[in-house]
């Protein structure tokens, strides 16, 4: 059993930054790729971005890249995503998950989830 929990949300105006992290406990994540997803009211989860085990390989969506960084911190079983310029069309609640099949977009290869955290952008 793997527990995810995301933190660092919060209300921003846009153009601002925010950090998030997801620390795992019950078990390492070390050897897992993670990433993280968003889900706007009335709208669909979707992919926001993925790192691989050891955080060489990243994989973003396009609406994000380029203001957007995932990394990881394999010893403290912590994932992070820096999230710069931020717009109001980001504002969600942004979820990190565990793959099971590498750095992936798939929403369907993810098996464990964090509860969210609320980001809100302010025009």
């Known amino acids: 059993q793997v527990l995810l929990a995301e933190s660092g949300g919060g209300l921003v105006q846009a153009g601002g930054s925010l950090r998030l992290s997801c620390a795992a406990s019950?078990?390492?994540?070390?050897?897992?790729?993670m990433g993280w997803f968003r889900q706007a009211p009335g709208k669909e989860r979707e992919f926001v971005a993925t790192?691989?085990?050891?955080?060489?390989?990243?994989y973003y969506a396009d609406s994000v890249k380029g203001r957007f960084t995932i990394s990881r911190d394999n010893a403290k079983n912590t994932v992070y995503l820096q999230m710069n310029s931020l717009k109001p069309e980001d504002t969600a609640v942004y979820y990190c998950a565990r793959s099971t099949a590498g750095a992936t977009d798939a929403l369907r290869r993810y098996d464990y989830w964090g509860q969210g955290t609320q980001v809100t952008v302010s025009s």
């Open positions: 790192v691989n085990w050891s955080g060489g390989s990243t």
């Open positions: 019950g078990r390492t994540i070390s050897s897992y790729a």
